[in-house]
């Protein structure tokens, strides 16, 4: 299994630009993540999927937007990047297995805006 | 709302034990987890409570009292390798998933 994959791993966007980071897991998991990682802080929850064509807002949605397809993808869309968008993002996915909720994370996308 | 709060900070010396602290504040909690995270790399997964009590795996321990809002992680037998951010996480029963603004752990020889 490659677990999660993340593409691409480094990008600089110019400001008003747009892209799509891409997330694929091949675990068969129902529960997919989207977190930015500003540096010396906590991850923040974006937007996160149950199960194929359901999403849901997390803590910092606003200038993205997902889609969930299928179990296996997880794309998340940057309209119009902005400086205050330089960050890591980390895709993770997890399953409900017994009593643990345990998130397996891609390597991330380190996106710098300038 | 919902919050976690974990020290920002902890420092210790290899070979001793240190316990770091977590309290949270949500509805619909379903459980808590514990990750590790060194410089430049991705969080991995350590610990999860959904019960109140104490989870062991190996040199870690995990503790959780859903009553007082409140868990921690203990390392023990402290390695340089253990020096990372240390991330408290919680799900709710909606699938959402929260995490705390890490704590740096630091092992000195």
């Known amino acids: 299994n490659a677990g999660v994959t993340q593409t691409p791993k480094f990008r600089i966007l110019k400001i008003g630009q747009s892209m799509t980071l891409q997330c694929t897991q091949d675990m068969n998991h129902n529960y997919m993540y989207w977190y930015r990682q500003d540096p010396g802080m906590g991850l923040k929850l974006i937007y996160y999927s149950v199960g194929a064509g359901i999403t849901d807002k997390g803590e910092v949605p606003n200038g993205y937007n997902v889609s969930r397809s299928t179990t296996e993808d997880f794309p998340l869309r940057l309209e119009l990047a902005a400086p205050s968008q330089t960050s890591v993002y980390f895709c993770a996915s997890s399953n409900l297995k017994g009593q643990t909720y345990e998130q397996y994370f891609g390597p991330g996308t380190r996106l710098t805006v300038t | 709302g919902q919050s976690l709060e974990q020290p920002s900070e902890v420092t210790a010396v290899e070979g001793a034990i240190v316990q770091i602290n977590c309290t949270y504040q949500t509805s619909g909690f379903y459980g808590l987890s514990w990750y590790q995270q060194h410089d430049g790399g991705a969080p991995t997964f350590l610990s999860y409570?959904?019960?109140?009590g104490l989870e062991e795996t190996g040199r870690f321990s995990s503790f959780l009292s859903r009553s007082d809002s409140y868990g921690y992680l203990l390392l023990q037998e402290l390695q340089m390798k253990d020096s990372a951010s240390y991330f408290c996480a919680f799900n709710t029963n909606a699938g959402k998933s929260t995490f705390g603004d890490g704590t740096t752990l630091t092992v000195k020889p």
């Open positions: 409570n959904a019960l109140d």
